[in-house]
Structures are given as C-alpha cells and as structure tokens.
C-alpha cells in the first residue's frame, strides 16, 4: 500500500482545520472519532506513512478531518485524545517525546476518557487494524489516496 507523508496531511489540516495532530505520537484508536458529537461528517481515517513513537515508519491509519468547516470547536476530542497527539491548530505539540510521556502518566488519573476509556475493546480493535492495515484490508480495500 503506497500513501503519502504524515506531514501532508498535518500541513492540510494546519491550513483548514481548527485542530492539528502530530501523527507520529498517535496512536490510531480513533478515540477522537468516537467521542465527536459529528465524528462521521467530520473524520476519516486515511493512510499516510507513519511511525508508531518512534517505531516503524511505515503505512498506517490514522484520523483526518476531512470536513473540518462542520467541527463546532468543542475540543471533547482533544480530552480524549490518550498521547496528546491532537491538539488546537494554535497549540501544536512542540516537543513530543515530552507530550508523550507527560499524558501517558497522566492516563490512570483523567476521571474522563482514561485507561478503562482508550482499552475499550472497540479502540483496541482501531488500535490493531489502523497499525496494521495490510492485514486487515485483505481483498484490497479502497483506502484511495486523496486528490
Ligand atoms: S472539536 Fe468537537 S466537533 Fe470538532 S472534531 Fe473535536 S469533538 Fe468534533
């Protein structure tokens, strides 16, 4: 499967959107997604190539807004968000190892969207086929690259 850069994507979504995501410290559960009051007409996934921290840069997952004029700029999805990856286009991550590490200790003491939250089966399931997309696009998906 061929894709393009994560930075194209993070350089879109820079452009148009009111939220940005350092796609190499996340970690494809789609708990942006979930949460979203409009997850459906706001995001996709797409696939872009992609560490996973720091692992393997290679084809992966991950979430893309791809209607970020319906986004009300709630930001729900970036409490959610487990590694801090998605972030206010006005705040971007600036040093991510930093982010990380500081949200992933901060993971069992969030009383909203913590460890019981981003283990949930269905973010495990996102987790494993968004990290290993050939796998599960068996029969060649239409993951289609964006114009
Ligand atoms: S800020 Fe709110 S409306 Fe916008 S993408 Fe996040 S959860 Fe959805």
């Known amino acids: 499967m061929d894709a393009p850069d ?6 879109l ?3 148009s959107a009111p939220l940005v995501i350092h796609y ?18 706001i995001w996709e996934v797409v696939p872009m190539k992609v560490s996973l921290f720091g692992v393997k840069y290679r084809v992966r997952l991950r979430p893309f807004m791809k ?23 006005d705040k971007p991550v600036k040093h991510p190892t930093v982010v990380l590490i500081y949200n992933t200790l901060k993971l069992p003491f969030k009383k909203k969207y913590g460890i019981k939250f981003v283990f949930r089966d269905e973010h495990a399931e ?12 068996s029969g060649g998906g239409d993951y289609g690259k964006r114009d």
């Not at 994560?6 to 350089?11: D, P």
């Open 6 to 11: 994560w930075k194209e994507y993070f350089k």
């Open 67 to 89: 209607n970020p004029n319906a986004c009300r700029k709630c930001y729900i999805c970036v409490q959610a968000c487990p590694t801090g990856a998605l972030r206010p286009v």
């Open 13 to 15: 979504m820079k452009e």
């Open 126 to 137: 996102k987790f494993r086929k968004n990290n290993s997309p050939d796998v599960y696009s």
């Open 24 to 41: 190499p410290i996340c970690g494809g559960g789609e708990e942006c997604i979930y949460v979203c009051p409009f997850g459906d007409e």
